[in-house]
């Protein structure tokens, strides 16, 4: 078994993985950066989803763990005081894991070009200025023509991100299924939209067509240039986020810890 460290640059974050590397390699744990077995992420939810986009080639072969160094995230189980336990845990791994669904974008290009992306968190187009203008189909069929600020294409674990900030629902992990949610859409007499999130399985797509022009596409910490694209495609991918399931956290108890606090 082999194991990575990938941190974020703060100096806590920094320390917390030099400790950890001198802790696993006296325990005989091999650290390797370019082949891992297990990622272990140092820093927030932000630094695993860095993580997950640098071994994003090689996500059917690894399994992620995360280390928080502030207070516990939506992907990190373990906190910066518990390096003896986690690597413990890391020398008696036996392959368990929890798996979560990924976001797949396809970008289609005028030219035909087509280039994709896999999303732990969230796809998102937005209008920086002016209106976006896009066709929105599902089944095949176009649905609606939406004008807005955006869109934004989560997964169940992204749900609670951006998505529930646009009145999206949260939903579970164990759905397969991705949600389409509207960034202060324009509803009235002449334009109208559903104005309600979308929820899609797997097996469904939702393509979006832009009318308009010089808009962003972004999925999770990367950014996509907008010229010359003809059309976005968002479904379920085949692919899925593995995680070491040593003291994997119940989701639901993730959404209470961050959203409602604990209840006495």
Known sequence: MKYAIFNNEDVS???????????MRKQGLTVDND??????????????LGAFQHYVNRIDHIRFVGLH?????????WLSTELDQLVASLSHDNGQKVSYPLLELTVIQTSGEKSQYLALNEAVIKQPLGTLVADIYLGGEVFERFRGDGIAVATPTGSTAYNKANGGAV?????????????ASINNRVFRTLGSPLIVPRDQ???MRPQSNNFLVMYDQGEIASDHILELRFRVSEKCVHFARYRHVDFWRRVQNAFINDIE
Do not use: C, W
């Open 205 to 207: 797509e939702i393509v």
């Open 171 to 183: 939903l579970h992990p164990a759905l397969q299924a991705i949600q389409m949610s509207e960034i």
């Open 13 to 23: 974050s920094r320390v917390v993985a030099k400790n950890l590397a001198l802790e």
């Open 35 to 48: 082949e891992p077995d297990i990622v272990v992420s140092v820093g927030g939810d932000g630094t695993l």
């Open 69 to 77: 160094t502030g207070h516990l995230g939506f992907y990190t189980d």
